[in-house]
């Protein structure tokens, strides 16, 4: 059963920084992707940043320039520096995870969300 437990939300002003952090757990063989979505009230949930393990990063223009993702050095976390915060960046925030579970298995994992509210 594979686990992704997001932390580091919260409530902060414009301008300022969160960092986001995901630790993955369970029985995982290797992790293709990492990455956060973030989903706003009344929208569709949008892809903010991710990382696909020997490829590179990929950011939403929105984004690009404010925010970082990096992975941990033990390869099971990933995390999301937020510089600059705006208010359109309240949502709540989804890890998410393409993982292999083994040789011929891999799927999509999410975990529950942690809610950012930037105030004006």
């Known amino acids: 059963q594979v686990q992704l437990v997001e932390s580091g939300g919260g409530l902060v002003q414009a301008g300022g920084s969160l960092r986001l952090s995901c630790a993955t757990s369970?029985?995982?063989?290797?992790?293709?992707?990492m990455g956060w979505y973030r989903q706003a009230p009344g929208k569709q949930r949008e892809l903010v940043a991710l990382i696909i393990s020997d490829v590179g990063t990929n950011y939403a223009d929105s984004v690009k320039g404010r925010f970082t993702i990096s992975r941990g050095n033990a390869k099971n976390t990933v995390y999301l520096q937020m510089n600059s915060l705006k208010p359109e960046d309240t949502a709540v925030y989804y890890c998410?995870?393409?993982?292999?579970?083994?040789?011929?298995?891999?799927?999509?994992?999410w975990g529950q969300g942690t809610q950012v509210t930037v105030s004006s």
């Open positions: 998410y995870a393409n993982i292999r579970i083994d040789y011929a298995r891999s799927g999509d994992y």
């Open positions: 369970g029985s995982i063989f290797s992790t293709n992707a």
